[in-house]
Structure formats: C-alpha cells, structure tokens
C-alpha cells in the first residue's frame, strides 16, 4: 500500500482516510510538524501573506521558509490567514497559546487547503 508522502499520518479508509484521522488520533500519531516545508510551498504557490502559525515543533518555521507570526498573539477582529497543527486544532496540549474561542470557531470551519496532512489553513474573517 502506498501512502507516501503522509506515512506518519496516514489513516485507511474505514478511518475517514487521511483528511479525517485526525478526528481520531492526534500527538506523534499524525504531527510532528513534518509538514513545515509544504506550507513554505503553499505560501510561495498561492502568494499567501505571512500566516498566524500555530504548529506542534519547536524548529523556527522560518528555517524552512514559512513566514509566520505566532497564533497566540493574533487578534480576531482582524482578517488574516491561520495555519495550525491538527495536534493543536484538537486541543491536545497545555501548550496551546491559543483562544479557545478561536479552537472553536476553526473546528466548525472547513480549511482552505492543508500542507500535508497535519497543518490546515483557514481563512479568518472577523464576525
């Protein structure tokens, strides 16, 4: 079976394939922000402005050409675009610097695109 590029984060089809594994399992199951040079890709591809960046790693995004600001001091009155760890979609760690009305507001929404499998994308327009 070939799953390759998403091997960490691959997930069969009785799972929800994996688009929705997500939903299932999160942590080192699927992210270890491995999918940091495929959002550098998407910014470059789709000319996106710098990202409010939210990612389960420690490496600094810009290493690997991701330009990015950290999601916790993001305001939501503001437009912007959010690219964010599915690890932290989730909710999973207490390490989460971002507003749980935020979390909530992403979880209902559907991503725009998605760098790999663990980093989706959002378009964030104020209510």
Known sequence: MRNAPDSLAYFNFLAGGTENGCRLLSDSNVDWGQDLPELAQLQQERSLPIVWLSYFGLVDP???GVRSRPLGA?????DGVIAI??????GIT???RVDP???????????FARAGA???LY????R
């Open 62 to 64: 810009a290493l690997y």
């Open 74 to 78: 993001f305001d939501p009155d503001e």
């Open 123 to 126: 378009e964030w327009n104020p």
């Open 101 to 111: 009305g935020i979390l909530d507001r992403l979880r209902e929404s559907e991503p």
């Open 85 to 90: 760890s599915v690890h932290h979609l989730n």
């Open 118 to 120: 663990s980093i989706h």
């Open 94 to 96: 207490p390490f989460t």
